[in-house]
C-alpha cells in the first residue's frame, strides 16, 4: 500500500476514534444531565411526601389535642356538677348549724 493511502487511512481512523471519544463525551454529558434531572424529581417528590406527612401528623395531633381538651372540660364538668350537688345537699345542714350557733351566741349574751 502506497505511503499516501497509509496516512490517508491513519488520518481517517483517527479522525473517527475523534468523533466516537466526542459522540461518548456527549453521551457521557447527556447521562449525567438526566441523572441530575431524575435526582432532583427524587427529592423533590421526597420533600412533598415529607410534608404531607407532617401535615397528617400535625393534623392527628391537633385531633388528640381537641379531644383531650373536650375530655378534660366534660369531666370538669361532671366534677362541677358533683361539688354544686354536694353543696346543695349541705344548705339545710349548714343553715341548721348557723342557727345553732347564732341561738348559742344570743344566749350567751343574754
Known sequence: MPRPQVLERIKSAEEEADEIVAQAENDRDERI????????????????????????????????????????????EREREALAERARDRVDEVTDHVVELFQEDVHAQT
Open 33 to 76: 444531565a438526566e441523572a441530575r434531572e431524575r435526582a432532583e424529581e427524587i427529592r423533590t417528590e421526597a420533600e412533598q411526601e415529607a410534608q404531607e406527612l407532617k401535615e397528617r401528623r400535625l393534623e392527628d395531633a391537633r385531633e388528640e389535642i381537641d379531644a383531650e381538651c373536650e375530655r378534660v372540660l366534660e369531666e370538669g
